[in-house]
């Protein structure tokens, strides 16, 4: 089925420092979704892109999705220790699925 | 605000027993969906649901069976369970059929021994 490489799978950084996580599909997507889970929580949606190109930004968040919508990025500016988590993103392909594939998400730890 | 409860935050279960997975959301979606989160592996799907007693195979479903006989209630089933099947178990749901952000409930952590 759909296959959705997201990287990298750890990622540790600075309190300040800025972190960005990616998403990589062989396929056309219909539209790409990010999640949130927090240490010992659930997934939580974040924001979805539909159109080739698109950037949406929530605060210090900036969410990217490609021009062939094969890709996607999630780029946070500033790290806090509130942002500590793990990213997913989810796709969607253009057969209409009605089911996301996750990509392997990205853990984020923020050192004070 | 939706809410996807499931029934059990940490079960613990002998090989071979039968294991029921309990999900129940409050706002009519059409769509429901397990998935075990096993680390670096993801969220892999193991059933979905988009109508009362309609059910479709995930990625993983062998081991599994699932049933939803009400719109609202949709059951994972360990038919036999084994060590391997040790995980974090992850309902969610969704309003639309191919659209729409899934809400996630809490997560039943399964420990098999």
């Known amino acids: 089925g759909q296959q959705v490489m997201q990287i990298p799978q750890y990622q540790h950084v600075q309190e300040g420092e800025d972190f960005t996580t990616y998403c990589n599909s062989s396929t056309t997507l219909s539209n790409i979704q990010w999640y949130k889970q927090r240490p010992g929580g659930h997934p939580v949606f974040l924001i979805q892109l539909v159109k080739s190109g698109e950037v949406k930004k929530q605060k210090r968040l900036t969410f990217q999705f490609g021009e062939a919508k094969k890709n996607s990025s999630l780029h946070i500016t500033a790290t806090q220790t509130t942002d500590v988590g793990t990213y997913f993103c989810a796709a969607r392909d253009q057969t209409g699925a009605n089911n996301l594939f996750f990509g392997t998400g990205t853990r984020l730890t923020v050192i004070p | 605000d939706v809410k996807v409860t499931q029934s059990s935050r940490y079960l613990v279960k002998r090989t071979g027993e039968k294991v029921f997975l309990e999900c129940v959301q409050d706002m009519d979606h059409e769509n429901m969906f397990w998935y075990r989160q096993d680390p670096g592996l993801g969220l892999r799907l193991i059933y979905f649901?988009?109508?009362?007693?309609?059910?479709e195979k995930g990625d993983i479903p062998e081991g599994y069976s699932v049933s939803r006989e009400k719109k609202e209630r949709f059951s994972l089933i360990l038919e036999s369970a084994s060590t391997n099947q040790t995980s974090m178990y992850l309902c969610?749901?969704?309003?639309?059929?191919?659209?729409?952000?899934?809400?996630f409930g809490p997560g039943t952590r399964l420990t098999v021994t």
């Open positions: 649901s988009y109508d009362v007693k309609m059910k």
């Open positions: 969610a749901s969704s309003p639309f059929r191919g659209a729409g952000q899934e809400y």
